[in-house]
């Protein structure tokens, strides 16, 4: 029986890959330099690997940006908006087409099923045939070894995966756009093969969400082809995030190997092997270990179940190794030194991991005893018993929300009428959605700050200062309904994971979100509970400044849950509760001092969707409930906005509307109308902003774009509920496009309400 994993993370335990990459795209190291450097890292990664003594290592998982993107230009799938004449794309037009050019905007960038990395999207078109232009699996499995003597186990996306998630244009056929890749595909298979590869990861975890008849035709079909183009290259066909969708179909495809997530739909993958067996002529990969989370493994558990597997297969057919690639959990816990020892006792980041997978198959293959494993139980049993994970009070409180009504009292409308009387704004009102530019000089103030360089009052002085100016950009502006900025957070969910009780935060426990900007996901170890206030000082301070209405800022529980690391002890809507309760506290608190709006962000809410149908109903209720909880105490005057910065939800809209929000902000520049439709399908009443330009680029829209997007709204939503807003925050711009877009969205909003308000006369 073997080790094995599936992916580490790239991103280097002092974010030395991130660090490498800016300063490469700064102009601030060559290209050499650069190449040099990733070349370094990865290898620093491989042997690690090797050293914490992995059976089969992952080659090729190593990313420069995103593997999906690493696919596609392998085969030189590159979309026509770039200049490429055919051959290995070249690093300028990869960076190129994952961050835009001045003169071509970015391919779309969406997330990763249901975590919260995000891709770079393809893009297939009829007219630029694909080609294997790099076979980059072989160069890699090749470096690892010569370089290091590792025999490893390249990774590739399946080709029926990689297109499912790209966009398809022209006519070609789904079943199409595969089979034109097949021959692709078998090709770098047949190379591998023939280098000695001893075993190849191919995913395909679209099998483990809902599959058509039609989709699982194509599989069949591809998987057929290619053990006839690479008779010789052994596949072990891996899924992860659920359950496969059809197990029997599943298992009689013609590889040597398949992998189920153990952790993540486990109990209908057990149910499979106990009912249905396993071929007795395939490899079983189980991920034991959950590659998402970061608690350690009760080992002594999972040991018990394995015996239980061994009666189904034989213990030379199994192959031990995490859930899921290890990109989604940081690099290692050893250096966390403010986490105390009960947690950090119970914490596995990605070496652990590994170190718990080669621990198990030590002990499955009879080299150590089982007490090895028990290590995991006991600080598991002591996290337990821990006073942080008994909170009576917070208990108690969670216990009585089912005897309590989570609606606001008073319906929608006539909120509405109270809200306009207190508020009294202007017609397509103008607002953001809160953040504004995280300068670099912000950053270093909190990095001086946190050590101890810049003091708390000289601190907040700044803060103060940015709220300041920003106030004053905005009523120049013109805007109607304004923000603090959100200066005093690094991010939208570890700034309340620092704040409220029961949550840890990290010193380097950081995450791949997308390219280079990565996220430290704070981990909920504990009962949650209100401590103190956690915006209200800065919210309040800045409605001081100013006679318009400030919008306070704060994340909904959902978000906060599903970009945290959760508890794996109680279940998720105990946890999302326990939240919602807390941040209730934050709500009641901001509208006692005044503030008479707060937006609730809930982005998360929709990528958070169960990859299966069937458990979205579920999901949806505890959300909404999650969500209700939160603001359902406020007065009626009190105006709740929430925020989704996707486009995507056509088939949530009436969880949405269940929200009971009175405005909500969506994302729409880049929806290419689809958005638009659903609202003439769906009678939304509320008040609704939808994005009127993109923040994700530093391009200043033009008036008539602005325009344009407004009165495509205006055809299907009435002028008294649409307000005018950005897609989401502008955290990321730099500040003079910020002011020069913002400049040209109220310009456009106050045109197009003058239109209105003559048509009225
Ligand atoms: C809306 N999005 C979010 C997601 N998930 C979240 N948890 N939060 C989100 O906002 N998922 C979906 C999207 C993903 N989008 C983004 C957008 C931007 C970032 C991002 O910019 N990340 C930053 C890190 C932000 C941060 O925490 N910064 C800290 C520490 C800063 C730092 O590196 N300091 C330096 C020194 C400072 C200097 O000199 O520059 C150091 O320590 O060496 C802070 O602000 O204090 C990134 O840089 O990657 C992420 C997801
Ligand atoms: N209020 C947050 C929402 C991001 S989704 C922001 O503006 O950054
Ligand atoms: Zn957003």
């Given at each position: 029986m073997r080790s094995s994993s599936l992916g580490y993370p790239r991103i280097g335990g002092q974010r030395e890959w991130k660090k490498n990459l800016e300063a490469f795209w700064a102009g601030k190291r060559s290209k050499t330099d650069f190449l040099q450097e990733q070349k370094s890292l990865r290898l620093s990664y491989l042997q690690k690997q090797q050293q914490l003594g992995l059976d089969l290592i992952p080659v090729g998982d190593f990313s420069d940006y995103d593997h999906v993107l690493d696919t596609a230009v392998a085969f030189g799938i590159v979309p026509e908006r770039f200049a490429y004449a055919g051959g290995k794309v070249e690093e300028e037009t990869y960076f190129a087409i994952a961050r835009g050019t001045d003169d071509a905007v970015a391919a779309e960038m969406t997330k990763w099923f249901n975590t919260n990395y995000h891709y770079i999207v393809p893009e297939l078109t009829a007219s630029r045939e694909p080609a294997l232009v790099d076979n980059r699996w072989l160069r890699l499995y090749e470096e690892a070894k010569s370089e290091l003597g590792i025999n490893g186990k390249p990774v590739l996306l399946g080709p029926v995966s990689f297109v499912k998630l790209a966009k398809q244009y022209g006519n070609k056929s789904f079943s199409e756009h595969v089979q034109t890749l097949v021959p692709l595909y078998g090709q770098v298979l047949a190379e591998l093969a023939q280098a000695g590869a001893p075993l190849i990861q191919v995913d395909e975890p679209i099998l483990a969400g809902d599959v058509t008849e039609a989709e699982w035709a194509v599989v069949e079909e591809t998987y057929q082809s290619l053990a006839k183009l690479a008779p010789n290259a052994k596949l072990l066909l891996q899924t992860y995030f659920e359950s496969v969708a059809d197990y029997n179909r599943?298992?009689?495809?013609?590889?040597?190997?398949?992998?189920?997530?153990?952790?993540?739909?486990?109990?209908?993958?057990?149910?499979?092997?106990?009912?249905?067996?396993?071929?007795?002529?395939?490899?079983?990969?189980?991920?034991?270990?959950?590659?998402?989370?970061?608690?350690?493994?009760?080992?002594?558990?999972?040991?018990?179940?394995?015996?239980?597997?061994?009666?189904?297969?034989?213990?030379?057919?199994?192959?031990?190794?995490?859930?899921?690639?290890?990109?989604?959990?940081?690099?290692?816990?050893?250096?966390?030194?403010?986490?105390?020892?009960?947690?950090?006792?119970?914490?596995?980041?990605?070496?652990?991991?590994i170190i718990e997978i080669v621990s198990l198959a030590k002990v499955v293959n009879g080299h150590e005893p089982p007490s090895l494993l028990e290590a995991s139980k006991h600080a598991l049993g002591r996290l337990n018993a821990s006073e942080a994970r008994n909170n009576q009070s917070v208990q108690q409180e969670v216990?009585?929300?089912?005897?309590?009504?989570?609606?606001?009292?008073?319906?929608?409308?006539?909120?509405?009428?109270?809200?306009?009387?207190?508020?009294?704004?202007?017609?397509?009102?103008?607002?953001?959605?809160?953040?504004?530019?995280?300068?670099?000089?912000?950053?270093?103030?909190?990095?001086?700050?946190?050590?101890?360089?810049?003091?708390?009052?000289?601190?907040?002085?700044?803060?103060?200062?940015?709220?300041?100016?920003?106030?004053?950009?905005?009523?120049?502006?013109?805007?109607?309904?304004?923000?603090?900025?959100?200066?005093?957070?690094?991010d939208m969910v570890e700034f309340f994971g620092e704040k409220l009780g029961g949550f840890q935060f990290t010193t380097y426990g950081w995450v791949q979100s997308y390219g280079s900007r990565c996220v430290k996901p704070p981990i909920i170890y504990g009962d949650v509970y209100f401590k103190q206030p956690m915006t209200v000082k800065e919210t309040v301070y800045a409605q001081s400044k100013t006679d318009k209405p400030?919008?306070?800022?704060?994340?909904?529980?959902?978000?906060?849950?599903?970009?945290?690391?959760?508890?794996?002890?109680?279940?998720?809507?105990?946890?999302?509760?326990?939240?919602?309760?807390?941040?209730?506290?934050?709500?009641?608190?901001?509208?006692?001092?005044?503030?008479?709006?707060?937006?609730?962000?809930?982005?998360?809410l929709r990528e958070g969707l169960p990859l299966k149908r069937a458990k979205w109903q579920s999901y949806l209720d505890q959300s909404v409930t999650a969500f209700q909880l939160t603001v359902n105490q406020v007065k009626p005057e009190t105006q709740i906005h929430t925020h989704m910065c996707y486009s995507d939800f056509q088939d949530i809209i009436?969880?949405?509307?269940?929200?009971?929000?009175?405005?909500?902000?969506?994302?729409m520049s880049r929806s290419h109308g689809e958005l638009i439709s659903s609202f003439e399908e769906y009678t939304?009443?509320?008040?609704?902003?939808?994005?009127?330009?993109?923040?994700?680029?530093?391009?200043?829209?033009?008036?008539?774009?602005?325009?344009?997007?407004?009165?495509?709204?205006?055809?299907?939503?009435?002028?008294?509920?649409?307000?005018?807003?950005?897609?989401?925050?502008?955290?990321?711009?730099?500040?003079?496009?910020?002011?020069?877009?913002?400049?040209?969205?109220?310009?456009?909003?106050?045109?197009?309400?003058?239109?209105?308000?003559?048509?009225?006369?």
């Amino acid at each position: 029986m073997r080790s094995s994993s599936l992916g580490y993370p790239r991103i280097g335990g002092q974010r030395e890959w991130k660090k490498n990459l800016e300063a490469f795209w700064a102009g601030k190291r060559s290209k050499t330099d650069f190449l040099q450097e990733q070349k370094s890292l990865r290898l620093s990664y491989l042997q690690k690997q090797q050293q914490l003594g992995l059976d089969l290592i992952p080659v090729g998982d190593f990313s420069d940006y995103d593997h999906v993107l690493d696919t596609a230009v392998a085969f030189g799938i590159v979309p026509e908006r770039f200049a490429y004449a055919g051959g290995k794309v070249e690093e300028e037009t990869y960076f190129a087409i994952a961050r835009g050019t001045d003169d071509a905007v970015a391919a779309e960038m969406t997330k990763w099923f249901n975590t919260n990395y995000h891709y770079i999207v393809p893009e297939l078109t009829a007219s630029r045939e694909p080609a294997l232009v790099d076979n980059r699996w072989l160069r890699l499995y090749e470096e690892a070894k010569s370089e290091l003597g590792i025999n490893g186990k390249p990774v590739l996306l399946g080709p029926v995966s990689f297109v499912k998630l790209a966009k398809q244009y022209g006519n070609k056929s789904f079943s199409e756009h595969v089979q034109t890749l097949v021959p692709l595909y078998g090709q770098v298979l047949a190379e591998l093969a023939q280098a000695g590869a001893p075993l190849i990861q191919v995913d395909e975890p679209i099998l483990a969400g809902d599959v058509t008849e039609a989709e699982w035709a194509v599989v069949e079909e591809t998987y057929q082809s290619l053990a006839k183009l690479a008779p010789n290259a052994k596949l072990l066909l891996q899924t992860y995030f659920e359950s496969v969708a059809d197990y029997n179909r599943f298992i009689q495809l013609p590889v040597a190997g398949l992998g189920f997530d153990f952790v993540a739909g486990k109990e209908e993958t057990f149910q499979n092997l106990r009912v249905n067996g396993f071929p007795n002529d395939k490899l079983l990969a189980l991920g034991v270990i959950d590659g998402r989370n970061i608690w350690r493994t009760d080992l002594t558990a999972v040991n018990a179940e394995l015996k239980e597997v061994l009666q189904v297969v034989e213990r030379e057919r199994l192959i031990l190794q995490p859930s899921s690639s290890l990109l989604h959990v940081p690099v290692t816990v050893q250096s966390e030194e403010k986490i105390a020892d009960e947690l950090k006792e119970a914490i596995a980041f990605a070496d652990e991991k590994i170190i718990e997978i080669v621990s198990l198959a030590k002990v499955v293959n009879g080299h150590e005893p089982p007490s090895l494993l028990e290590a995991s139980k006991h600080a598991l049993g002591r996290l337990n018993a821990s006073e942080a994970r008994n909170n009576q009070s917070v208990q108690q409180e969670v216990a009585q929300i089912s005897s309590e009504d989570p609606s606001r009292g008073l319906d929608a409308p006539t909120r509405a009428k109270l809200q306009a009387a207190k508020l009294k704004l202007p017609l397509l009102p103008t607002t953001t959605i809160g953040s504004f530019p995280q300068t670099k000089e912000i950053r270093k103030k909190r990095l001086d700050w946190r050590k101890g360089k810049l003091d708390s009052a000289g601190y907040e002085t700044f803060i103060n200062a940015e709220i300041d100016r920003w106030i004053a950009i905005q009523e120049q502006l013109g805007l109607d309904v304004l923000v603090h900025g959100e200066f005093e957070r690094t991010d939208m969910v570890e700034f309340f994971g620092e704040k409220l009780g029961g949550f840890q935060f990290t010193t380097y426990g950081w995450v791949q979100s997308y390219g280079s900007r990565c996220v430290k996901p704070p981990i909920i170890y504990g009962d949650v509970y209100f401590k103190q206030p956690m915006t209200v000082k800065e919210t309040v301070y800045a409605q001081s400044k100013t006679d318009k209405p400030v919008k306070g800022m704060l994340t909904g529980p959902v978000t906060i849950y599903n970009w945290s690391f959760p508890r794996a002890d109680i279940t998720e809507g105990e946890a999302v509760n326990q939240i919602a309760l807390a941040l209730r506290k934050e709500v009641l608190a901001l509208e006692k001092h005044g503030i008479g709006v707060i937006q609730v962000d809930e982005p998360a809410l929709r990528e958070g969707l169960p990859l299966k149908r069937a458990k979205w109903q579920s999901y949806l209720d505890q959300s909404v409930t999650a969500f209700q909880l939160t603001v359902n105490q406020v007065k009626p005057e009190t105006q709740i906005h929430t925020h989704m910065c996707y486009s995507d939800f056509q088939d949530i809209i009436e969880a949405i509307d269940g929200l009971d929000a009175d405005v909500i902000s969506i994302e729409m520049s880049r929806s290419h109308g689809e958005l638009i439709s659903s609202f003439e399908e769906y009678t939304y009443n509320k008040g609704i902003g939808l994005g009127v330009y993109d923040i994700h680029s530093p391009r200043v829209p033009a008036k008539e774009e602005i325009a344009r997007n407004i009165e495509r709204a205006l055809n299907v939503l009435h002028p008294k509920q649409f307000w005018v807003n950005p897609d989401c925050g502008l955290k990321t711009r730099q500040e003079p496009e910020t002011v020069a877009a913002l400049k040209v969205m109220v310009e456009a909003a106050k045109e197009a309400r003058q239109t209105l308000e003559t048509k009225t006369i």
